[in-house]
């Protein structure tokens, strides 16, 4: 299994009242991983629009371990729990300077078309493109 595999700047404008990175950044950077992952597989977003289909998010979860803080060195791993007919669980894990988990979360995902508003299931071939990612 491949994992995608990211490095995001920490920027000031991130930072919340407590000092540290604010929540609301940790779903950012986890839309950053899947736009990434569909680039890696070769259906980056302009492709599904040509299709009428675009993901959509049905679940968020983060649990927080470690805050980040502005100078911070940030690795984001993401990768597919499950790849179903027309959904997908992803999992990511945030890394402060390389060895600290900062943070770890996952994703519910469905793949939607966008003229009926239905679940688009997935050809063979398209599910094929996400095989190296699936857990």
Same mark, same amino acid.
């Given at each position: 299994?491949?994992?995608?595999?990211?490095?995001?700047?920490?920027?000031?404008?991130?930072?919340?009242?407590?000092?540290?990175?604010?929540?609301?950044?940790?779903?950012?950077?986890?839309?950053?991983?899947?736009?990434?992952?569909?680039?890696?597989?070769?259906?980056?977003?302009?492709?599904?629009?040509?299709?009428?289909?675009?993901?959509? =998010?049905?679940? *968020? *979860?983060?649990?927080?371990?470690?805050?980040?803080?502005?100078?911070?060195?940030?690795?984001?791993?993401?990768?597919?729990?499950?790849?179903?007919? !027309?959904?997908? +669980?992803? !999992?990511?894990?945030?890394?402060?300077?390389? +060895? *600290?988990? !900062?943070? +770890?979360?996952?994703?519910?995902?469905?793949?939607?078309?966008?003229?009926?508003? =239905?679940?688009?299931?997935?050809?063979?071939?398209?599910? +094929?493109?996400? !095989? =190296?990612?699936?857990?």
């Amino acid at each position: 299994m491949k994992k995608i595999v990211y490095s995001p700047e920490i920027y000031t404008y991130q930072i919340d009242f407590n000092q540290h990175v604010s929540n609301i950044v940790y779903i950012q950077w986890m839309e950053v991983g899947r736009l990434k992952l569909l680039q890696k597989v070769g259906l980056d977003v302009h492709i599904l629009m040509k299709k009428k289909v675009t993901p959509v =998010l049905v679940e *968020t *979860t983060i649990s927080y371990k470690k805050p980040l803080y502005l100078g911070d060195n940030l690795t984001v791993e993401m990768w597919i729990v499950a790849l179903n007919r !027309a959904s997908a +669980e992803l !999992a990511f894990t945030f890394f402060r300077n390389g +060895e *600290t988990v !900062a943070a +770890e979360g996952g994703q519910k995902g469905l793949f939607v078309n966008m003229d009926s508003g =239905l679940p688009h299931r997935l050809t063979d071939v398209e599910k +094929e493109l996400f !095989a =190296l990612y699936v857990a």
